[in-house]
C-alpha cells in the first residue's frame, strides 16, 4: 500500500453518521510542521491547545480531545510517538502524554518519501482534504495549521529546500480575531457556533505573497464577504480608518446598499486598546496594489459645484 492509499483510509471512529476528523486535523497539522522543519517534533503538551482548537472549530460538535488521534494514528503506519523514556506510546489519556513527555512525528518511512518526492505533501494534503472536508474550508484549514499549500503542490523552487522559504504564523488569525474583540471590522457581524467564531477571518491588509508581515498592524477581522469584497479590491481603508468602497462596484439590491454601498465612510470598527491600528505603510499598499479606482462619497455627502449634474441642452 502506498502513502496516498494509507492517508485515505486513515481507520476512524465511528458510530451512524457521526463525523471524526480527529486523525485527518493531527495528520494536517503535522504536515504543516513537517513543511516548515522536517526534523521537528511536536510535543503533546506544547501544541494539546493549538490542535484543540482545530477540533472545536472543524471536528464534531460534541465535546473531544486531541489525545485520542494522538496516540491512535500510530496504528496506521504514519505516525510515531516516543516518550522521554523512549519510542512508543504511553496511550490516550491526556494526563499520561502531558505526564511522560510525549511527542510525535511523521513516520520515519513518510518522512523519507516526502524526502524523496518534492509533489508527495501537496498530494497527500489533497487527499486529506478532499476526503474529509468541503472546498469552502480548505484554504483556511491550510491557514490554521501552517501549510502553504501553493508550495505543497509545486514542490520547492529548484536549488532550494522548503524551509527557505517564508512560512505564514498560524498563530495570525488568532491574533487578529482577539485585537479586534471577533467582530467584523467592517459591519461588526460576530457570529459563534459552539463557542468558536464562524465565517470571520484574519485578513492581510498588504497581502502575505507580496511580503505582507503576520502582524496585528498588517491585519483586519473581517466576516467572510467584507474579506472577500477587501481583496478584490471593493472595500478599501482611507487614512483617517474610514472605509473606502470602490465607484466601480454596481449593486442595485438592498442586500448590496446594505452590505457594501452603505459602509462608504464609515469607521472601522476596532481594534481594541493596546493593540495597533493597521499602519499607514499597509493601507498605502492596499490603496496602490488591490483598491479598484476612486472612491464613493458617503451617503448624505453634498456634491460640489463641479459635481452638480446639468440638464443637457439641445
Known sequence: MDWLDRVAQLRQWKNNDVRAPHKPLLLLYALGSYQQDADGELRFSAVEDELKRLLVEYGPSHATTPA??????VSDGVWEVRTDQGPGSPGSGVRVLRSSGAAGRL???LRAA????????GRLVRVLLDTHFPPSLHMDLCEAVGLDLELAEIGPVSGTGATARRQRDRRMRELILTAYEFQCAFCGYDGVLGGSAVGLEAAHVRWWS???PD???NGLCLCSLHH???DKGVLGLGD???????QGFVGRSEASRQHVLALAGRPVIGPQPGNAPVAQRHREWHARQVFHGAPRKPAGTPCTPRE???PTHR
Open 215 to 217: 502582524a496585528v498592524d
Open 228 to 230: 472577500k469584497l477587501f
Open 210 to 212: 507580496h511580503a505582507g
Open 308 to 310: 452638480v449634474s446639468r
Open 107 to 109: 513516520a520515519p518511512g
Open 240 to 246: 483617517d480608518h474610514r472605509i473606502l468602497v470602490s
Open 114 to 121: 516526502l524526502a524523496r518526492d518534492s509533489s508527495l505533501l
Open 68 to 73: 485520542y488521534p494522538f496516540h491512535h494514528l
